[in-house]
């Protein structure tokens, strides 16, 4: 029987290709497929000197590095369950995914004093010595079998917020991340000779299973960026053929006035995602550079959903077509709706994830009869297919391309001293897509005396990541409420649509 472990097809690349540059950091060494391969079996053997077995979680929280691509892949080949943790990500709530998800090994980059005697082995990846990944390494006998997996067996669990506050475990497995990455190596045309510009982080889909997958199994160079810096990305684009990037990238680029055609001359392909690119960003990147930015759709629980063409026209305001093998649906209580009609995003297709860890009522509530995920994105599909989405049934806002939702701040707002009541928003930001906007209403039911300053506030929101926290404070006297007493977000939202006019 054919192991499903998703490893297998990219040890079968690495077996092809062992001499061919994978990782290329500038001012850096370039690792090879070969390299990165013998580091993932070694640090394989690491992990089960720890105690991690197959079927075991292994939770992430480290800076980008070839090291961490390594780390993923030995997560792979064990058999074992990664778990990437946004770097921004507090102590506290690191401590719920820890809880959540007991894992067996925990690799941070520093000391980590927020876990229990019982808690996971914990092991840091920046340092050597003692209690150091890397040190373990040393001491450890690589292993080099892919351990047998079949396709259902779990592969990773991505966390992604939700409107409850919890966050939510979307589980994923070995086929899910095989048949997504397989099928964008064909729609969007990898090349042998291709070079890809990767400036996104890897705790997350797009810059992990998307950007770096598909170079797996296609033996794509890639020029390992740790972070996007509009100069350094400059410098290396005339080596690169393709790019990914979320939409603040692309309005970044444009932001320089010096950037345009002769940046791109080698570029064939650039590709944006994990948050709406708009109208004017992809209009003003054609008219200064040639290039139509192809956009696509996708999410945590599924993968990559749909794309824009690789050759045919890419509409601006739409993310394409469903991908080969996946069946997109707009629906209203379970019922398809006709082309042209709003309604619920579902999809269904070997990419769909399995569901929440532990979560199985909640897993019920978001998928329909026939195996339909609802994704809770609005949107509305044309006669021949392409969909266009507008809107959001849930309070997501996108921030850079992470996701934020409301119910988490506004939780830690109403316990601070002075607010009665608070609603969170996402207003349009030039630079990161949306902001985070807090809407407060005082205790005292006077917004002309505003109870707590803005330092206070945001001393009371620090637990959260960076781009949780709210950008703006805004007080009024009372928030805009139905007929049924419900808060009226949208009207808060067109109310302060202007809040970042000059951010």
């Excluded at 939510?168 to 086929?175: F, I, N, P, Q, S």
């Excluded at 209009?283 to 999410?299: D, N």
């Excluded at 701040?409 to 897509?433: N, R, W």
Aim: charged residues 20%.
């Amino acid at each position: 029987m054919t192991n499903g472990n998703f490893y297998a097809r990219i040890a079968a690349t690495v077996a092809a290709s062992p001499n061919r540059p994978f990782l290329s950091i500038p001012g850096g060494r370039r690792w090879t497929f070969g390299e990165i391969d013998a580091l993932a079996a070694r640090i394989a053997g690491a992990l089960h000197e720890a105690g991690a077995r197959p079927g075991d979680r292994v939770a992430a929280q480290v800076e980008k590095s070839a090291e961490n691509v390594a780390l993923h892949l030995a997560s792979l080949r064990a058999g074992l369950v990664y778990l990437p943790l946004n770097t921004a990500y507090t102590p506290s709530e690191i401590e719920y995914f820890i809880k959540d998800s007991e894992p067996a090994v925990f690799v941070c980059d520093r000391a980590f004093n927020g876990q229990s005697p019982n808690g996971p082995r914990l092991l840091t990846l920046s340092a050597n010595g003692e209690g150091s990944l890397m040190d373990l390494v040393s001491r450890s006998a690589p292993r080099a079998e892919i351990v047998e997996r079949v396709g259902d067996d779990l592969a990773a669990i991505l966390y992604t917020s939700g409107t409850t506050g919890r966050s939510k475990g979307a589980m994923l497995t070995h086929e899910n991340l095989a048949s997504n990455a397989q099928t964008l190596v064909s729609l969007w045309g990898f090349r042998p000779d291709d070079v890809l510009l990767h400036a996104l982080p890897i705790f997350h889909i797009h810059g992990l299973f998307v950007g770096l997958n598909t170079s797996l199994l296609n033996a794509t160079e890639v020029i390992f960026l740790s972070t996007f810096d509009v100069a350094e990305v400059r410098r290396q684009l005339p080596r690169a053929t393709m790019m990914m990037g979320v939409p603040t990238f692309y309005a970044r680029l444009l932001a320089d006035r010096e950037f345009g055609r002769d940046d791109c001359r080698s570029v064939r392909l650039f590709i944006s995602g994990s948050a709406p690119l708009t109208t004017e960003t992809f209009t003003a990147f054609k008219e200064r550079t040639g290039h139509s930015i192809l956009e696509r759709y996708g999410m945590s629980e599924a993968g990559m959903i749909a794309s824009n063409p690789l050759d045919g026209e890419r509409i601006a305001g739409t993310v394409g077509y469903a991908l080969p093998g996946v069946e997109i649906r707009v629906a209203s209580d379970g019922r398809a709706l006709p082309a042209g009609e709003a309604g619920i995003v579902e999809v269904r297709g070997p990419n769909v994830f399995k569901g929440y860890w532990r979560m199985p009522e909640k897993t019920a509530e978001e998928f329909r009869e026939g195996g339909w995920f609802s994704t809770g994105d609005v949107g509305v599909l044309s006669d021949d297919g392409r969909l266009t989405l507008s809107g959001r049934a849930k309070d997501l806002i996108i921030v850079g391309g992470f996701n934020v939702y409301p119910k988490e701040i506004e939780e830690i707002l109403d316990t601070l001293p002075g607010i009665a009541e608070s609603a969170v928003i996402g207003a349009p930001h030039k630079d990161m897509g949306e902001g985070v906007v807090a809407v407060l209403i005082p205790a005292t039911g006077s917004a002309g005396s505003p109870p707590l300053t803005d330092d206070a506030l945001k001393a009371g929101v620090s637990r959260l990541a960076r781009f949780k926290q709210p950008r703006k404070f805004i007080w009024m006297d009372a928030l805009p409420r139905n007929t049924m007493g419900k808060v009226q977000k949208q009207a808060l939202r067109e109310k302060f649509a202007d809040a970042f006019v000059k951010a």
